[in-house]
């Protein structure tokens, strides 16, 4: 009777113990890996193809038209700048999960918010929340200097290494408090503010530029996003909000 | 005393009843702090899922093996142990888990993750529900003495987590709730269990002390402020305690800078801050007040709108201020900048109304005492102003299943009752896009000054925004031209919006924070038409629930339609993840889940086992039983959580004054007679259908009472109904003439309904009100009672 008992209750629970176990090693060992940053790209090909799907469907399909935009981000490896244990997820219409708490962007969240800058290739913009670095590569790409600011402290040492490795002379790091900028290199073209704000720091309003712009992202990661504009003219600012999504306010009698 | 054998039966229901519920209500807390408060629904389906199981497992083997049910009854401490195990190694299992639902939608192994956690949660309840149904299968002729053991036993557990919390914290009450029923071993005279008992003690205090305290912390979501700010250089948290209202943590970090709607135009610093945090998500900051002289930011944000009119009105600095509910905290420093006569705070959670009045000491701000709609409804024709900062979770659809008492028509009109005639209500909150939170607080608002008698309501709303919030600014007296003006001069010099007043046109919007279209201005413009005309065109056709949000239905943020999600996709980008994770959407696969797992466990032993336990009019019975208790528990719960402020403290009231009374009920049917089930249950169904009837009027008068004497008459309410609820059950386990078999069978229906009832019940409060679910459970006894005819 106790046989029958141990068999039908506990033995099934210490059948689940090594499933859970195994699931948590998997977990641990892709934030274990995050450490690591390869220099080279080993699966090449199947990236680029992954990379070239990510801007046809994801970016170019939703209205992004920029072709120097579209150009840069077929271009910068975006797996490289994800924890190995992630990156099958690269070039996935999702924000991916770099550790901290933090996401990389999902891949059209960064192109929009690129491209709503209208970069000419002579700014210097300023970067708050480097994050992964890839949103610096790609500004990295597309303008004079990008100055970026991370405030934790391990995201800034991974990213600083990636940036580093992949030859980005033009990017520079930074590991303080972003609210107060980069004084020294200021007055900045553009701002990119990409972490949550609930309000716009003064410090960032003085040293952008006049006529500058900024941007930054409203909404959590995992929710939807829109994003504002800010445009500081001679007499003040002006607050554009570009949706960065597809918005149909009122249909049918309400419209009326 | 030692005890053995079937003697030991009902102690041990007692007290693995006991340590059963409190499981169940510190695996809420578990819920809240871990991921987020929608989540913790999940508590219920866990725990009835576990008795439901074990009866359907007990009703199936007692079939195939006769003895094995009387071999369990005459050791039942193997029950025990099972508890206690699973109990522990649950939480260990499940709290070690990189558990990210966010990530559901697109990384498979979370669904995995979750699945898991369901199910080793559920295991616990499994063995609490198998002694039960045992004691039931065994001793059916003491069934009233067993209801009584499970009710009391369970009533005890509901206020067991008030003393293990601020001790323990939620990991170590849980592991004391788990370890709790250890003790009943030795009592036992098998030298076995007393063996068993103590190596399960020495394991358990080994583990304690060679983990440590991270054994006992409870980790939360990576996304939640908590471990965000964590990371910012030189945090530290000050201070941290736990009560079942939550848990918080004061944290310091020169990086924390809290000042939503702050106009562009602002140039000076922010005073230094402290974050207070309420299960690990933000809740307030405490600002640091320099003696000599107060930070003025304040003054460039939104909510300064509504002090320019009263100030222009009337002398603040003779005024009395009141701050209803504090999220955010920023309503203290723009109170202490009027340096008013009076200034009070209302805040809900005791704990931090404790924190907020030792930071703000020496500083001319007292405490209400009491909740924020209590403060308001006993105090009429007091305050010139009160300020109402409610700004939410920090992710939208977190929080579309919690109760918001403090944003309903009923709350609006309160808060204008409670001002005198000149006196200005100020709310701010985050601006959303597709507009959705700004439309329910106009209409809400709309709906309340109709509701007072004022004829032209739009004539007492100002609206105004920045790029991601906005200020709402009401007052029964109508605003005049030079008030109007004072806010269109304010908004053009501070850089911001106006979206509705008195008058307003196209172009007065969306002039300096400019959307591709004037969406705010319009949408709100479309539904003051169809409020003025009285008809709800406006609301049935737009893409979200706008619908002004009573005390009925309080669901601030639950705005997803389900008939209309694929617009909704379409309109949020066509990005699944952040629809997926919504309250409602959770809600809906809850019921499904629980709908197939119900069935799949009452047809096993039919279908699998090929076997006839009862007649199925006798399950009928069950079944209602089943949901006509959860739907009057939920009923109770939801009411009481406007008039105790809190859904936690109400249902711990009601739960322990339920299950009591229930229990009590339980033992009383013992010395009724079968013929006796007909009148009970019929003076069950109307004294609910009264309820249905008059509840709303009750908990109302109830918020007019002095905190205590409040508690004393919601509990006299909820005595009688819950006395006779606990007779049907044991009075129908004892007369009806089955099998043991067939008992356990009834024990899995009734734990069944009693799940698909709890999340069902949800469906009832937001679609028609939380009074429905009276009307409901009359209807579930109503069942009931025809079946007794038959």
């Known amino acids: 009777m106790k046989k029958t008992l141990i068999l039908k209750i506990l033995l099934p629970l210490l059948l689940l113990l090594p499933t859970v176990l195994l699931f948590v090693n998997g977990e641990q060992e892709s934030q274990e890996s995050q450490e690591s940053v390869e220099p080279v790209i080993s699966e090449g090909d199947r990236y680029e193809v992954a990379r070239r799907e990510m801007v046809l469907k994801q970016i170019a399909s939703r209205g992004i038209k920029d072709e120097r935009v579209l150009e840069v981000m077929a271009r910068v490896p975006r797996h490289l700048f994800i924890p190995e244990g992630m990156r099958y997820q690269a070039y996935h219409d999702n924000p991916v999960r770099i550790g901290e708490g933090q996401t990389i962007s999902q891949p059209y969240i960064v192109a929009l918010m690129t491209s709503c800058l209208n970069l000419t290739g002579n700014e210097k913009v300023l970067e708050i929340g480097t994050g992964s670095g890839y949103q610096a590569a790609i500004l990295g790409e597309l303008v004079r200097e990008i100055y970026t600011i991370e405030i934790k402290e391990p995201l800034y040492k991974r990213s600083t290494q990636t940036l580093l490795t992949l030859g980005y002379s033009n990017v520079y790091t930074r590991f303080a408090d972003g609210y107060f900028g980069w004084e020294e290199h200021a007055p900045f073209d553009c701002i990119m503010i990409t972490a949550a704000v609930n309000h716009v720091p003064p410090p960032l309003l003085d040293q952008l530029a006049e006529g500058g712009r900024m941007i930054l992202p409203l909404g959590d990661p995992f929710s939807y996003q829109q994003l504002v504009l800010i445009k500081k003219l001679s007499d003040g600012y002006q607050v554009e909000q570009i949706t960065g999504v597809l918005f149909v306010p009122m249909t049918g009698e309400a419209r009326k | 005393m030692m005890l053995s054998g079937s003697s030991a039966l009902i102690p041990a229901v007692f007290l693995l009843s006991l340590s ?24 219920l389906g866990i725990a009835l899922f576990g008795f439901s199981a074990s009866g359907v497992f007990l009703s199936v083997t007692h079939q195939r093996n006769r003895r094995l049910v009387p071999y369990i009854a005459a050791h039942s401490q193997l029950l025990i142990v099972g508890f206690c195990i699973t109990a522990l190694t649950s939480y260990l299992i499940c709290n070690a888990l990189p558990i990210d639902f966010f990530r559901i939608p697109f990384d498979w192994r979370q669904l995995i993750f979750l699945v898991l956690t369901f199910l080793l949660f559920s295991i616990p309840f499994v063995f609490t529900g198998a002694l039960t149904s045992v004691a039931y299968m065994v001793e059916s002729r003491k069934a009233g003495k067993i209801y009584f053991a499970s ?69 939360p979501s990576p996304y939640k402020s908590l471990p965000q700010i964590l990371l910012y250089p030189e945090s530290r948290v000050i201070r941290s305690s736990e009560t079942l209202e939550g848990k918080t943590d004061l944290i310091d970090s020169s990086a924390i800078r809290f000042a939503p709607g702050l106009s562009l135009s602002y140039r000076g610093n922010l005073p230094r801050q402290t974050a207070l945090l309420l299960d690990g998500d933000q809740k307030l900051v405490l600002y640091e007040i320099s003696d000599d002289s107060l930070s003025d930011f304040p003054l460039y944000s939104l909510s300064n709108a509504g002090y320019l009119i009263a100030g222009e009105r009337g002398d603040l600095t003779k005024g009395k201020i009141l701050l209803a509910g504090m999220d955010g905290g920023s309503s203290v420093l723009h109170a202490l900048l009027t340096h008013c006569e009076s200034l009070y705070f209302a805040e809900d959670n005791p704990e931090i109304r404790k924190i907020i009045e030792s930071h703000y000491q020496g500083r001319s701000i007292a405490d209400s005492g009491d909740t924020v709609r209590s403060t308001a409804a006993r105090h009429p024709h007091f305050f010139d102003l009160i300020h109402l900062q409610n700004w939410g979770s920090s992710l939208p659809g977190m929080e579309s299943l919690s109760q918001n008492h403090h944003l309903t028509v009923e709350a609006i009109q309160s808060y204008l009752s409670s001002m005198t005639e000149r006196g200005i209500l100020i709310l701010t909150r985050r601006l959303q896009l597709p507009p959705s939170d700004s439309l329910v607080s106009f209409g809400t608002a709309f709906k309340a000054l109709a509701s007072l008698g004022i004829k032209s309501p739009g004539q007492h709303i100002i609206m105004i925004r920045n790029w991601d919030t906005y200020t709402i600014v009401l007052s029964q007296k109508r605003y005049s031209v030079s008030e109007i003006n004072l806010i269109r001069d304010f908004c053009g010099t501070l850089g911001f919006d106006t979206m509705f007043f008195p008058g307003i046109r196209e172009e007065d919007a969306n002039r300096i924070n400019i959307f591709q279209e004037p969406y705010h201005y319009r949408a709100i413009a479309a539904y003051t038409e169809t409020l003025k005309a009285g008809d709800s065109n406006f609301q049935k056709d737009y893409l979200l629930n706008v619908t002004p949000r009573e005390d009925d239905s309080p669901f601030f943020t639950s705005y997803i339609r389900i008939g209309r999600l694929k617009e909704l996709y379409q309109a949020t980008g066509s990005r699944p993840y952040s629809i997926l994770l919504s309250g409602e959407i959770l809600l809906w696969i809850l019921l499904i889940v629980s709908f197939l797992l119900s069935t799949l466990l009452l047809a096993v032993p039919v279908v699998v086992s090929k076997i ?85 009027t009750l908990t109302g008068f109830s918020l007019t009472l002095p905190p205590g004497i409040r508690e004393l008459f919601l509990g006299s ?70 079946v007794i005819r038959k």
């Open chain 2, 717 to 786: 309410l909820l005595i009688p109904p819950a006395f006779l609820l606990g007779v049907p059950f044991p009075l129908g386990m004892r007369s009806f003439p089955v099998s043991p078999g067939g008992r356990a069978y009834f024990w899995a229906a009734n734990g069944c309904t009693s799940v698909l009832a709890s999340v069902f019940s949800l469906f009832i409060a937001m679609n028609l009100g939380i009074s429905w679910l009276l009307l409901f459970a009359a209807g579930a006894y109503c069942v009931a009672l025809l």
């Open chain 2, 20 to 43: 059963c519920l409190s499981f169940e209500v510190l695996l809420t807390r578990f819920f809240s702090i871990a991921q987020w408060n929608h989540l913790s629904f999940l508590v």
């Open chain 2, 612 to 696: 006839k336990p009862v007649r199925w009019l006798q399950v009928l019975y069950f079944l209602s039983l089943g949901a006509g208790f959860m739907f009057v528990e939920t009923a109770f719960i939801r009411e009481f959580t406007l008039a105790t402020g809190s859904p936690v403290r109400s249902f711990t009231l009601v739960l322990f004054i339920m299950l009591i009374a229930s229990g009590f009920g339980g033992y009383f049917s013992g010395k009724l007679k079968d013929k006796h089930l007909l009148p009970v249950m019929l003076v069950l169904t109307i004294i609910l259908f009264v309820l249905f009837l008059s509840i709303r």
């Open chain 2, 151 to 219: 009710m009391t036993g369970s009533a005890f557990g509901a206020l067991l987590p008030l003393l293990l919390l601020p001790v323990m914290g939620t990991g170590g009450g849980l592991i004391c709730s788990g370890m709790l029923p250890v003790f009943l071993l030795f009592t036992s005279r098998d030298k076995r269990f007393l063996t068993t008992g103590g190596i399960l003690i020495l394991l358990t205090a080994c583990m304690m002390v060679s983990a440590g305290p991270e054994l006992f912390t409870v980790s």
